[in-house]
């Protein structure tokens, strides 16, 4: 149990310096966004899985539309 929770909380600090990193400039971080994305990060993670996808997929239905 304990275990699991060091790998969430890990896995939460690692989504959380990856935004720190790469995040907007023009949103700097506090720390409310660091908790909420240290201790919330699969909603996070969720959503810019299904945004990546759908964005690959309409992109791919863009190009290859233009070829028929």
């Known amino acids: 149990m304990i275990e699991s929770?060091?790998?969430y909380l890990f896995f939460g600090v690692l989504w959380s310096l990856y935004w720190e990193s790469f995040g907007p400039?023009?949103?700097p971080m506090n720390n409310g966004k660091r908790f909420r994305y240290i201790f919330f990060w699969p909603i996070g993670v969720f959503a810019w899985i299904v945004g990546f996808t759908v964005g690959?997929?309409?992109h791919l239905i863009r190009i290859f539309k233009g070829r028929e």
């Open 25 to 27: 400039e023009e949103y």
């Open 5 to 7: 929770i060091g790998w």
């Open 56 to 58: 690959f997929i309409l």
